[in-house]
């Protein structure tokens, strides 16, 4: 069975301070991966999506960027946050475009906090 | 015309009661509608979905009513519980165009919804 993780759990970063948060998914390839951002209270902001290594779109412009190293793996990363990065951060798959699979399936998340 | 519009924001309803959330899409091309259930803390779970060949889909408790002429679909919610106290998203997307930003999935708003005992 596949099965996503995220770590880590939480985070509290100073204003101007580096961000490395990453999601690994297990039991699938070449699945589509997914960010999210949510506000408190708020809906699902996508950030980036990717179809495979090295392919990354991004769907809003920001503070934020994404890497895809490993099929399995996704990076969100920040040279220097702001108090607006504050958030609930989601990844999520899908399978790969060869499945055509419509069901996406999210990560436990990640809470940062920007001080 | 790429979203997805949800009602009502917030729900309060008594145990054993019906919960209803609509969701109203715009784009003719989506065929694919999932619903998302999500407890604080936690990251959304999938729920239930439908895609336009049928009008109902039942699971247990929860049914998603499709009307593909209206371009409109509902979660309900039977016998509703406590336990069912959580924020609820609609979503729809293009399989047709998997793989580009088309074929990704748009959200609704969400309803926070409240049951009470």
């Known amino acids: 069975s596949q099965t996503i993780h995220q770590w880590p759990a939480t985070l509290v970063q100073p204003v101007g301070s580096p961000l490395s948060l990453e999601c690994t998914v297990e039991?699938?390839?070449?699945?589509?991966l997914y960010w999210y951002r949510q506000a408190a209270g708020r809906g699902l902001q996508l950030l980036f999506y990717?179809?495979?290594?090295?392919?990354i779109s991004s769907e809003v412009p920001q503070n934020l960027s994404a890497s895809r190293p490993q099929d399995w793996q996704f990076i969100l990363s920040s040279k220097k946050l702001l108090l607006s990065d504050s958030g609930f951060y989601l990844c999520?798959?899908?399978?790969?475009?060869?499945?055509?699979?419509?069901?996406?399936?999210f990560g436990p998340g990640t809470r940062l906090t920007v001080t | 015309q790429q979203q997805v519009k949800q009602s009502p924001q917030s729900l309060i309803v008594q145990k054993g009661g019906i919960s209803i959330i609509n969701c109203a899409y715009e784009?003719?091309?989506?065929?694919?509608f999932p619903w998302y259930q999500q407890f604080p803390g936690k990251g959304p779970a999938l729920l239930i979905a439908?895609?336009?060949?049928?009008s109902e889909k039942k699971e247990g408790r929860f049914t998603i009513s499709f009307n593909k002429s209206a371009k409109q679909f509902s979660l309900h919610i039977m016998d509703s519980q406590p336990g069912d106290s959580a924020t609820y998203f609609c979503?729809?997307?293009?399989?047709?165009?998997?793989?580009?930003?088309?074929?990704?999935?748009?959200f609704g708003k969400g309803t926070k919804l409240s049951v009470k005992p």
């Open positions: 039991g699938t390839s070449n699945p589509n």
């Open positions: 999520a798959w899908r399978q790969g475009a060869e499945f055509k699979g419509s069901e996406q399936y």
């Open positions: 784009n003719t091309a989506f065929d694919y």
């Open positions: 439908i895609r336009p060949d049928v």
């Open positions: 990717s179809v495979g290594i090295g392919q």
């Open positions: 979503a729809a997307s293009m399989t047709m165009n998997y793989g580009g930003s088309q074929g990704n999935l748009i």
